[in-house]
């Protein structure tokens, strides 16, 4: 097991990252609950049904914690249902005490994290991410939140959890397409700011994809200390945090276009690199021989679905994308493997030009 240490400006937590963390997590989260302190667990039922026995296994019998659930996908993932696990929350008991576990992917995370931010103003919270996706990023960093429908993760707060614990033996029952969804953004890591997890995505995708144990942790422990790094430096996102939205803000749109039912979240991230990548070498920031490399190792981790939209349609919702400050459009680019940086100058022409190859290659 690797130990992962985000310090950030208003809490310092651990990230743990390996293999039978699962088993007997009862006993491991007393560290941070104590044994008083009432349990509550957001999950999904699919996630329940598979882990839920495991999960369960290691609390004493007499102090089970009470399970919520949320149904998978962006469409739930709303104020409404917020408002109903919330009133759940309240009928069981909870008080400021309580501890909520957000068991599940980058929605359960979201969404849970975000319960916890505002049930009686912040009550503290544990991610147990399911997902690649949600190990290798979002339940990193304490960013939460819910979508409206003019735009992904336009309502939420800044809470960070007690800790993290990734067990990679959960991947297990991801689907392929769910697992090669979620190394987009260790991909993202790689080209933002570590060569080195870059080079290692390189040589070993065949281990990572065949699911190897040892590849997996590597990979999710990287990432994690990639992205610790990069919040415990830039906590609220006012400067270095925001090259973690690299292919997010063209990214964000494709998913919105498509009312989030199209593409899988890293799907439509690694399309939003892609274009990214194309308007970093139109400035000339980065070799072509580097340029060449990016777009291999994100197509290495495809094929990646089609879909359709326009220009215009992807300006416009990405004009509503909450990076934008004071009406200035800001965009991550990359200046070479292992280097980002954000400008706020980027023209429609400009995304125009970066956008339409790729609409091309996606087009079904």
């Given at each position: 097991?690797?130990?992962?240490?985000?310090?950030t400006?208003?809490?310092?937590?651990p990230?743990?990252?390996g293999?039978g963390?699962?088993?007997?997590?009862?006993?491991?989260l007393?560290?941070f609950?104590?044994?008083?302190r009432?349990?509550?667990?957001?999950t999904?039922?699919?996630?329940?049904?598979?882990?839920?026995?495991?999960?369960?296994?290691g609390?004493?019998k007499n102090?089970?914690p009470?399970a919520l659930f949320l149904p998978?996908g962006e469409?739930?993932k709303?104020?409404a249902?917020?408002?109903?696990?919330a009133?759940e929350?309240?009928?069981?008991?909870?008080?400021?005490?309580?501890l909520l576990?957000a068991?599940?992917?980058?929605?359960?995370?979201?969404?849970?994290?975000?319960l916890?931010?505002i049930?009686?103003?912040?009550?503290?919270?544990?991610?147990?991410?399911?997902?690649l996706l949600a190990?290798?990023?979002?339940?990193?960093?304490?960013k939460t939140g819910?979508?409206?429908?003019?735009g992904k993760n336009?309502?939420?707060s800044?809470?960070q959890?007690?800790a993290?614990?990734a067990?990679?033996?959960?991947?297990?029952?991801?689907?392929?397409r769910?697992?090669?969804a979620?190394l987009?953004?260790?991909?993202?890591a790689g080209i933002?700011?570590d060569?080195s997890?870059?080079?290692?995505?390189?040589?070993s995708r065949?281990?990572i994809l065949?699911?190897?144990?040892?590849?997996?942790?590597?990979?999710v422990?990287?990432?994690v200390?990639?992205?610790?790094e990069v919040?415990?430096?830039?906590?609220r996102e006012?400067?270095?945090?925001?090259?973690l939205?690299?292919g997010?803000?063209l990214?964000?749109?494709i998913?919105?276009v498509?009312a989030y039912?199209k593409?899988?979240?890293?799907?439509?991230?690694?399309?939003?690199?892609?274009?990214?990548?194309?308007l970093?070498?139109?400035r000339?920031?980065?070799?072509?021989?580097?340029?060449l490399?990016?777009a291999?190792?994100?197509r290495a981790?495809g094929?990646?679905?089609s879909?359709r939209?326009t220009?215009?349609?992807?300006?416009e919702?990405a004009g509503r994308?909450?990076k934008?400050?004071?009406?200035?459009?800001?965009?991550?680019?990359?200046?070479g493997i292992?280097?980002?940086?954000v400008?706020?100058d980027?023209t429609?022409?400009?995304?125009?030009a970066?956008?339409?190859?790729v609409?091309?290659?996606?087009r079904p």
């Amino acid at each position: 097991m690797r130990t992962i240490h985000v310090n950030t400006a208003s809490a310092k937590y651990p990230v743990y990252v390996g293999t039978g963390l699962l088993a007997g997590f009862g006993k491991r989260l007393q560290k941070f609950a104590g044994k008083s302190r009432r349990v509550f667990v957001l999950t999904s039922p699919a996630i329940w049904s598979l882990w839920g026995k495991q999960f369960l296994s290691g609390f004493p019998k007499n102090q089970q914690p009470t399970a919520l659930f949320l149904p998978p996908g962006e469409q739930h993932k709303r104020l409404a249902g917020v408002e109903r696990l919330a009133t759940e929350l309240s009928i069981a008991g909870a008080d400021r005490s309580s501890l909520l576990v957000a068991f599940g992917g980058g929605i359960i995370g979201d969404a849970g994290g975000f319960l916890a931010a505002i049930y009686m103003r912040g009550i503290p919270y544990v991610q147990v991410p399911t997902t690649l996706l949600a190990q290798v990023d979002s339940s990193v960093g304490g960013k939460t939140g819910v979508n409206l429908t003019s735009g992904k993760n336009l309502i939420g707060s800044f809470h960070q959890p007690l800790a993290v614990f990734a067990d990679v033996d959960v991947l297990k029952t991801l689907p392929p397409r769910e697992s090669r969804a979620g190394l987009f953004e260790s991909v993202k890591a790689g080209i933002i700011r570590d060569p080195s997890l870059f080079r290692y995505l390189e040589s070993s995708r065949d281990r990572i994809l065949a699911g190897d144990s040892a590849a997996l942790q590597r990979v999710v422990a990287s990432s994690v200390a990639m992205k610790a790094e990069v919040v415990g430096i830039d906590e609220r996102e006012s400067g270095l945090r925001m090259i973690l939205n690299f292919g997010h803000t063209l990214g964000h749109a494709i998913e919105a276009v498509t009312a989030y039912k199209k593409l899988l979240h890293g799907e439509a991230i690694a399309w939003g690199m892609l274009a990214a990548l194309n308007l970093s070498r139109s400035r000339q920031l980065l070799s072509e021989k580097e340029a060449l490399r990016i777009a291999q190792l994100i197509r290495a981790f495809g094929p990646l679905p089609s879909f359709r939209a326009t220009v215009p349609e992807l300006l416009e919702a990405a004009g509503r994308d909450k990076k934008n400050k004071a009406g200035t459009r800001r965009f991550v680019l990359t200046t070479g493997i292992g280097k980002a940086s954000v400008v706020e100058d980027v023209t429609d022409a400009e995304i125009t030009a970066a956008l339409e190859p790729v609409l091309r290659e996606a087009r079904p």
